[in-house]
């Protein structure tokens, strides 16, 4: 089972708790097992080499993990971006249509209540587990036609007919986007060498040997969880399509289904 499919499966709340569980469990058991194993007199003897190394260690991992958290935040956003702008053209191609032929302009606009309806209640959940839906590439197909197919009758058709034109382009370019980060954008090997790094960060602790146990115990278990909080946020931002919804089905698609008519979308619907 991919992980994207894992995660199609689980909520979030169920995933930062496996997460900070299995990271808490694995630092603080590690680190009492070597406590019992060789005594606490044995292990002080390794805390100022041990420190100093571990030192190295926390900064190496520091970066690598701001690094990917940068990098899987910046795709959220141009996600984000994507399917605002994608919303935008649907809003603008719709009142277009009523400035070309009656019966283009008709179709034009069933064709992309279509699209805007599966979008919402069909893709969202297809890209979840990382795949289009073959019903909106159907749809997007139709409104192609749709559009192509006008007659100008006129230099206004004409001109409105290109401005059309342009706009399913944008559409188009901005779904691609939207489902080309829907599975990710962090390699496989980037992720394995973030968890390898994850588990030695944690297991350091086991090297330290401290008089106060639950003082020791309580330090272990806080890195755990900043650890396991930080591999969360890589996790979200790089899977923005997941059920939780990191990015929202576009309220501008909902709008467009409740308000066909042009003259229905003010300004303060955010058009």
């Given at each position: 089972?991919?992980?994207?499919?894992?995660?199609?499966?689980?909520?979030?709340?169920?995933?930062?708790?496996?997460?900070?569980?299995?990271?808490?469990?694995?630092?603080?058991?590690?680190?009492?097992?070597?406590?019992f194993a060789y005594g606490v007199d044995r292990l002080r003897l390794n805390n100022e080499v041990a420190g100093f190394k571990f030192a190295v260690i926390g900064v190496f991992y520091a970066v690598l993990l701001a690094f990917v958290v940068v990098a899987v935040w910046e795709n959220f956003q141009k996600t984000e971006g994507a399917v605002r702008d994608e919303a935008k053209a649907v809003v603008d191609l719709h009142r277009i249509s009523f400035g070309l032929p009656a019966e283009a302009g008709a179709e034009i606009r069933t064709r992309l209540l279509d699209y805007t309806k599966h979008v919402r209640d069909d893709e969202w959940m297809t890209m979840a587990?990382?795949?289009?839906?073959?019903?909106?590439?159907?749809?997007?197909?139709?409104?192609?036609?749709?559009?192509?197919?006008?007659?100008?009758?006129?230099?206004?058709?004409?001109?409105?007919?290109?401005?059309?034109?342009?706009?399913?382009?944008?559409l188009t370019d901005n779904r691609y986007e939207r489902l080309d980060s829907s599975d990710g954008s962090v390699p496989g090997v980037l992720w394995f060498t973030l968890i390898v790094g994850g588990l030695i960060t944690l297991g350091y602790p086991?090297?330290?040997?401290?008089?106060?146990?639950?003082?020791?115990?309580?330090?272990?278990?806080?890195?755990?969880?900043?650890?396991?909080?930080?591999?969360?946020?890589?996790?979200?931002?790089?899977?923005?399509?997941?059920?939780?919804?990191?990015?929202?089905?576009?309220?501008?698609?909902?709008?467009?289904?409740?308000?066909?008519?042009?003259?229905?979308?003010?300004?303060?619907?955010?058009?």
């Open positions: 089972m991919s992980l994207l499919h894992y995660l199609h499966q689980v909520s979030l709340t169920t995933v930062a708790t496996g997460l900070i569980v299995v990271s808490v469990l694995f630092a603080t058991g590690l680190m009492l097992g070597t406590r587990e990382g795949k289009p839906s073959g019903t909106v590439t159907k749809d997007l197909d139709q409104l192609s036609r749709a559009i192509l197919d006008v007659n100008p009758e006129s230099s206004q058709d004409l001109a409105l007919y290109q401005q059309a034109l342009k706009l399913l382009a944008g086991a090297f330290f040997g401290s008089t106060n146990l639950v003082a020791q115990i309580l330090m272990t278990a806080s890195l755990a969880v900043l650890v396991a909080i930080a591999l969360l946020l890589g996790i979200v931002f790089d899977y923005p399509s997941r059920p939780c919804r990191s990015i929202k089905p576009c309220s501008t698609c909902r709008r467009m289904r409740h308000h066909p008519d042009p003259g229905s979308l003010s300004a303060r619907d955010g058009f």
